[in-house]
């Protein structure tokens, strides 16, 4: 991750105000003149200015990335969920900044409008931005603002029908990309304290703790601390975890590169729009999530807001404190039984220049021709491909070949299902070509249906999910080199002639397409977990009959999107893409595609 600041204060943060309104959608912005009643503030960057009032105008599907980082698991929030906001270092240039009330500039701060129609607003007497301080920074990021985004009415209190997701391994295995495992329990409670000494002090009623909404905070910290991406969880009030919500949900992300733990609250209250949501009086539950790093930004924090009529169980009066809720018991829920999505290793992978590899992205696509030679084409953008380039050879005898970059190291590597019943890795090299094969299965893997992709929401490293001729769909969990032996029934989808795997509704879960030997296509949402969520199961696509292949891409229309390609009869490969949270319509990929078939 490029280094902004080193010894000073970074505050890069996003917030979600999560209110119920009679009319579903965006608010309307606040006119102008509303705006700078209620003190209006930008961010200037050399010539050009980041006006936060013209930022919550704009769509809350724009997303920039935090480093150039070739990811294939990152993944933004929804536009159909939560606006996701990510940082993109910019050149060495001055940084006009608003320090907080009362604090001498020792960095960059960062200064946001208030939501557009936001309701509550901040109660009078929220501290005042002082006047600007102007500091030469170097390189200094450029930091979009997240427009407001409403949840329904009808999405609030809706039952949860999954089980709640496993947390990530406690087990951190010594890796250097790991996260940092030093324990967070202090500054938890500094968070919670602060944020209730604040509240206490603005005439209202302190927020009580919830271990469960505890654990939702923490996966997403630890998950956007490994990924270094700032982005906000997609949907996360309809999260298990969050309880059902009836009275508001919210937001809030901070990172540092300390790790004062207080001043990622002091900085909250110093932005309107998150200061507005930390003095929300509907808000009486919260859970705070803090993760450390061996980055730039060494404290990453999340705290989730909740509104309930009626505290759910096991809801205590601080961290570790005595109990309130429903049962009036204390202390933490007992962390729930290990899953095979848990992960056992954080990763944090490196930054890479795959300008000389084999797969050189997620939205490469790779084929197999006749003579089983392996053939890549990159993605180009605009869903415009690079000439076919030769990458392997010897792939006569593979049922299937998938591209994840299946060890976190950066590079895209090849898992290949052969039609002997093994199932292979070839690791991918960043300078180009791949490492000799290492066999992670030795028989039966023939008789199965595959997709390979990241389907447990607290494990960055791809899995597996496999079709048994009896219509069970097991996931098996990334070992790594080691043998895949383990795995866990996911539940019965029925005979299908392919599978993929991709976040087809755009809510930051990954989803299962079952290609019907009619042509159908059905889909199985998945929540994260090793469960599929328990709901009718849609037909999204009919006439496919003639499809061979399904890929899942990513950044072929621009980045952060997502789609499907196709290996359709005549020779044709066609692109639909996803990014809206449905199929669109499709566009032919020129070829030439005689006699090659789509790696999955």
């Not at 755009?506 to 599929?532: C, H, I, M, N, P």
Request: aromatic share 6%; net charge negative; proline share 9%.
């Amino acid at each position: 991750m490029n280094k902004l600041v080193a010894p000073a204060f970074i505050g890069v943060l996003c917030s979600i105000a999560l209110v119920s309104s009679s009319v579903g959608g965006l608010p309307a912005p606040l006119p102008a003149s509303q705006l700078a009643a209620a003190g209006s503030h930008g961010v200037t960057l050399g010539p050009a200015t980041v006006d936060d009032a013209a930022a919550l105008r704009r769509d809350p599907s724009a997303l920039a990335p935090l480093t150039p980082a070739v990811d294939p698991d990152i993944r933004p929030a929804s536009p159909s969920g939560p606006g996701a906001l990510t940082t993109q270092p910019g050149p060495s240039q001055p940084v006009t900044a608003q320090p907080l009330a009362g604090q001498q500039p020792t960095g960059q701060q960062v200064t946001e409008q208030p939501l557009a129609g936001q309701q509550p607003t901040a109660p009078a007497g929220t501290e005042a931005l002082a006047a600007p301080a102007t500091t030469s920074l170097e390189p200094a990021p450029a930091v979009p603002s997240i427009p407001p985004l409403w949840a329904p009415d009808e999405e609030l209190g809706a039952p949860a029908t999954t089980r709640l997701a496993a947390p990530e391994s406690t087990q951190t295995l010594p890796a250097p990309e790991a996260l940092v495992p030093d324990n967070n329990a202090a500054a938890v409670l500094t968070v919670f304290n602060r944020i209730n000494e604040y509240r206490v002090s603005k005439g209202l009623n302190p927020v009580k703790y919830h271990p469960t909404v505890a654990g939702l905070a923490q996966e997403w910290s630890d998950s956007i601390a490994a990924r270094e991406v700032i982005e906000h969880r997609a949907n996360f009030w309809t999260d298990p975890r969050a309880m059902n919500p009836n009275n508001g949900a919210g937001e809030v992300i901070a990172i540092r590169t300390d790790r004062d733990a207080a001043q990622l609250v002091e900085w909250w209250k110093g932005s309107p729009g998150h200061n507005a949501m930390l003095l929300d009086p509907r808000f009486n539950v919260m859970g705070a999530g803090i993760s450390y790093t061996n980055s730039t930004y060494q404290i990453w924090g999340v705290v989730n807001f909740f509104g309930y009529t009626t505290l759910p169980a096991g809801t205590v009066n601080s961290p570790g404190g005595a109990g309130s809720g429903g049962t009036g018991s204390g202390g933490a829920f007992p962390l729930p039984a290990p899953s095979m999505c848990d992960a056992p290793v954080r990763h944090m992978p490196p930054t890479l220049d795959l300008s000389a590899a084999a797969i050189k992205g997620p939205g490469d696509l790779v084929t197999v021709d006749s003579g089983g030679q392996l053939l890549a084409r990159a993605a180009t953008g605009a869903r415009t491909f690079a000439a076919a380039k030769v990458i392997g050879s010897g792939f006569t005898g593979a049922k299937e070949v998938f591209t994840p970059d299946w060890d976190r190291d950066g590079a895209f590597d090849l898992l290949t299902q052969w039609t002997n019943g093994t199932l292979t890795l070839h690791r991918g090299i960043a300078a180009g070509g791949f490492q000799s094969p290492v066999t992670l299965g030795n028989g039966g893997w023939d008789t199965l249906t595959l997709a390979v992709g990241g389907w447990c929401a607290n494990n960055r490293l791809p899995q597996i999910l496999a079709l048994d001729g009896a219509g069970n769909l097991y996931l098996y969990p990334n070992k790594g080199t080691g043998d895949l032996s383990e795995r866990t029934l996911v539940g019965g989808i029925g005979a299908a002639r392919k599978l993929s795997m991709a976040d087809y509704d755009a809510d930051g879960f990954q989803d299962v397409l079952a290609l019907r030997a009619d042509g159908s296509v059905q889909l199985y949402r998945g929540w994260g977990t090793t469960a599929l969520r328990a709901e009718a199961r849609p037909t999204v696509a009919t006439g496919w009959a003639d499809v061979t292949g399904i890929r899942p891409l990513k950044d072929v229309t621009g980045l952060n999107s997502t789609g499907l390609a196709l290996r359709r009869a005549n020779d044709v490969v066609q692109y639909w893409d996803l990014t809206s949270g449905s199929l669109a319509s499709p566009s032919n990929i020129p070829g030439p595609w005689a006699g090659q078939r789509l790696a999955q």
